[in-house]
C-alpha cells in the first residue's frame, strides 16, 4: 500500500501503510475522520479539530499517521523522555526523537524483533502467524540515569544480519509501562531467539539470521 495523504482545511494527514501494524487506536478515537471498511476515501481530516487529529497522530504506536497543521497551531514534536516499549509477543515500540539509518527521521515506530517481517526493521505483523513468543515483562535493572535526562537524537542502526543497535538517551519499558532500563546504547534482539530478550546475546550468528 502506497503513502495516503489527506489534504483538509486545518490539517495534512499522511498515511504510511507498511507501518501500519493495525493498532487501531485512529478508528477508535475519532471514528469521524479515519471511516473503517468503507469504499473510497476514508482520511477525513475537516471532520474533527485540529488538536484532535493531532492526539491520534500521538496515540498511532507506528508512526503510520502523521499530521501536519496548518492553522498555526503546535504541531507534533518529540517526546518528553526517549520511550522503547517492548511488547508481549510482538515487537519493539519506539516513541523518541530518533532516526532511522536508511529510513530517516521519525518520532515513532514499531520495529520487529521476531525475525519473520518482509518489511524490515519495521514490523508487518508476521509474528502472530509466525506464534512469536517473548515476553514483554522482562526483568528490570538498575540505571543511573534520569528521566529528565532522556531527551536528544537518538539513532537506530539495523545491523547487517544482527540486531539493532540503539544509540542516544532512552527508557525501556515493559507493555505495561514498568521500567526495564535506561541505556544510552543497546543493542536489541532481531532474529526472535535470543536468550535475553529484548536484548541481542549473538545467537543470530548461531541460526544465520539474514536481514539488512
Same mark, same amino acid.
Given at each position: 500500500m502506497s503513502v495516503?495523504?489527506?489534504?483538509?482545511?486545518?490539517?495534512?494527514?499522511? #498515511?504510511?501503510g507498511k507501518r501500519c501494524i493495525h493498532a487501531r487506536r485512529c478508528v477508535m478515537g475519532e471514528p469521524g475522520? #479515519?471511516?473503517?471498511? =468503507?469504499?473510497?476515501?476514508?482520511?477525513?481530516?475537516?471532520?474533527?479539530?485540529?488538536?484532535d487529529i493531532l492526539r491520534i497522530a500521538y496515540a498511532c504506536p507506528s508512526g503510520a499517521i502523521s499530521v501536519t497543521r496548518k492553522d498555526g497551531?503546535?504541531?507534533?514534536?518529540?517526546?518528553?523522555?526517549?520511550?522503547?516499549? =517492548?511488547?508481549?509477543?510482538?515487537?519493539l515500540?519506539?516513541?523518541?526523537?530518533?532516526?532511522?539509518?536508511?529510513?530517516?527521521?521519525?518520532?515513532?515506530?514499531?520495529?520487529?524483533r521476531c525475525g519473520l517481517s518482509r518489511n524490515k526493521p519495521f514490523c508487518d505483523n508476521s509474528h502472530i502467524a509466525g506464534? #512469536? =513468543?517473548?515476553?514483554?515483562?522482562?526483568?528490570?535493572?538498575?540505571?543511573?540515569?534520569?528521566?529528565?535526562?532522556?531527551?536528544?537524537?537518538?539513532?537506530v542502526k539495523p545491523v547487517v544480519n544482527g540486531p539493532l543497535m540503539m544509540t542516544g538517551k532512552?527508557? =525501556?519499558e515493559s507493555g505495561t509501562g514498568r521500567n526495564v532500563d535506561r541505556v544510552e546504547k543497546a543493542w536489541f534482539c532481531r532474529c526472535g531467539q535470543s536468550s535475553k530478550k529484548p536484548y541481542c546475546d549473538g545467537t543470530h550468528k548461531a541460526v544465520g539470521f539474514e536481514a539488512p
Open positions: 495516503e495523504i489527506a489534504e483538509g482545511r486545518d490539517v495534512t494527514i499522511r #498515511f504510511d475522520v #479515519f471511516r473503517a471498511n =468503507v469504499e473510497g476515501a476514508w482520511i477525513h481530516p475537516d471532520d474533527a479539530a485540529p488538536d497551531g503546535q504541531g507534533e514534536h518529540p517526546p518528553r523522555a526517549n520511550i522503547v516499549v =517492548v511488547r508481549e509477543n510482538g515487537p515500540a519506539v516513541n523518541a526523537d530518533m532516526e532511522i539509518e536508511g529510513h530517516g527521521e521519525m518520532l515513532r515506530a514499531t520495529l520487529c506464534g #512469536f =513468543v517473548a515476553t514483554g515483562e522482562p526483568m528490570s535493572r538498575e540505571s543511573e540515569l534520569k528521566i529528565t535526562e532522556l531527551t536528544g537524537k537518538v539513532t532512552l527508557e =525501556v
